[in-house]
């Protein structure tokens, strides 16, 4: 967490979003550095979340107003309007499912333990994973388990998903985890890695449509900072890395002009700076820790200090 904090550069008397509260850990250390003209905003689609998340700011010895919002962060901008704010000294992000919701077996997002097979993050919403694996054709599982999961046997492991779903249909995590792996092949299975790792991250993507969202979110997080603003993303696999990664690139040099031009002609001025070069990484204390942390990766970029 202390490098997140350090990146954000928290001022005692800014104004902070938490795009994604969790359990609260990232929120409850900015709502700490706050003075009694700070302010915290924290938004989740999950509410079980926002209750976990709201005890433990709660427990913050903390004089700065805070406040928890039910919202999907794609939404950034109608939230902030909503709320009267006219912009943010940092945003920070923390994508994919929190180390919380997996342990929570009932919510579906987990594959060793026995659960329903529901992975929304806002279960008032949406459809369920249950949903995409009993009614997707095999094409359309074999797009996403290789697009959003990199799943080198995403044909082999559809193709058994359909095969099974034609007797039973698939009503558990545990069940729909032991077809994925006996659909692989023997060298497969003895990966480190969990063999429903990735299919499971595949259809929790779709499920939540968690990559236009995030999307979404890149194209208008830096409207809302403030000059001298920071915005903090961490991601979790290489599909989210490099939308932000991308999208920073492009913040800090808009340019589209060929590149055999004398001058720039094209108008697109730079709206600031990348701050990590390279994506920070867990140190070995912390993936001890959090073991969820070992494949995180936290990137920032600082707006202009001065408007154009």
Same mark, same amino acid.
């Given at each position: 967490m202390q490098p997140v904090l350090d990146l954000m550069n928290v001022f005692a008397d800014g104004l902070y979003v938490d795009c994604t509260l969790g359990g609260g850990g990232h929120a409850a250390g900015l709502l700490s +550095?706050?003075?009694?003209?700070?302010?915290?905003?924290?938004? /989740?689609?999950?509410? /079980?979340?926002?209750?976990?998340?709201s005890s433990r700011l709660a427990s913050v010895d903390s004089q700065a107003a805070w406040q928890v919002v039910h919202g999907n962060f794609a939404d950034l901008s109608q939230i902030m309007a909503q709320l009267g704010l006219d912009g943010a000294d940092g945003i920070l992000a923390d994508f994919g499912v929190s180390s919380w919701q997996f342990d929570q077996a009932g919510r579906g997002f987990g594959y060793r333990q026995e659960g329903p097979l529901d992975m929304r993050m806002d279960r008032d919403s949406g459809q369920t994973a249950a949903d995409v694996v009993n009614?997707?054709?095999?094409?359309?599982?074999?797009?996403?388990?290789?697009?959003?999961?990199?799943?080198?046997?995403?044909?082999?492991?559809?193709?058994?998903?359909?095969? +099974?779903?034609?007797?039973?249909?698939?009503?558990?995590?545990?069940d729909l985890a032991e077809v994925v792996r006996q659909a692989m092949p023997a060298g497969s299975r003895q990966e480190a890695q969990h063999p429903a790792r990735r299919v499971f991250q595949a259809i929790r993507i779709e499920v939540n449509q968690e990559?236009?969202?995030?999307?979404?979110?890149?194209?208008?997080?830096?409207?809302?900072?403030?000059?001298?603003? +920071?915005?903090?993303?961490?991601?979790?696999?290489?599909?989210? /890395?490099?939308l932000v990664k991308e999208a920073f690139r492009k913040l800090e040099k808009p340019c589209t002009c060929p590149r055999d031009f004398p001058v720039c002609v094209c108008g697109q001025v730079a709206q600031g700076r990348v701050i990590t070069r390279k994506a920070i990484i867990a140190d070995e204390k912390e993936r001890q820790e959090n073991p969820r942390s070992r494949s995180a990766k936290l990137r920032c970029f600082e707006k202009n200090r001065q408007t154009a």
């Amino acid at each position: 967490m202390q490098p997140v904090l350090d990146l954000m550069n928290v001022f005692a008397d800014g104004l902070y979003v938490d795009c994604t509260l969790g359990g609260g850990g990232h929120a409850a250390g900015l709502l700490s +550095r706050l003075n009694s003209r700070g302010r915290l905003i924290a938004i /989740d689609r999950d509410e /079980d979340a926002m209750r976990a998340g709201s005890s433990r700011l709660a427990s913050v010895d903390s004089q700065a107003a805070w406040q928890v919002v039910h919202g999907n962060f794609a939404d950034l901008s109608q939230i902030m309007a909503q709320l009267g704010l006219d912009g943010a000294d940092g945003i920070l992000a923390d994508f994919g499912v929190s180390s919380w919701q997996f342990d929570q077996a009932g919510r579906g997002f987990g594959y060793r333990q026995e659960g329903p097979l529901d992975m929304r993050m806002d279960r008032d919403s949406g459809q369920t994973a249950a949903d995409v694996v009993n009614t997707y054709s095999e094409k359309e599982l074999t797009r996403i388990f290789r697009q959003y999961g990199e799943e080198r046997h995403a044909g082999k492991i559809a193709r058994a998903i359909v095969n +099974r779903r034609a007797d039973t249909p698939f009503v558990t995590t545990t069940d729909l985890a032991e077809v994925v792996r006996q659909a692989m092949p023997a060298g497969s299975r003895q990966e480190a890695q969990h063999p429903a790792r990735r299919v499971f991250q595949a259809i929790r993507i779709e499920v939540n449509q968690e990559l236009d969202a995030i999307e979404q979110l890149l194209a208008v997080a830096p409207r809302w900072l403030r000059p001298g603003g +920071r915005l903090c993303m961490i991601t979790f696999h290489s599909l989210e /890395d490099r939308l932000v990664k991308e999208a920073f690139r492009k913040l800090e040099k808009p340019c589209t002009c060929p590149r055999d031009f004398p001058v720039c002609v094209c108008g697109q001025v730079a709206q600031g700076r990348v701050i990590t070069r390279k994506a920070i990484i867990a140190d070995e204390k912390e993936r001890q820790e959090n073991p969820r942390s070992r494949s995180a990766k936290l990137r920032c970029f600082e707006k202009n200090r001065q408007t154009a």
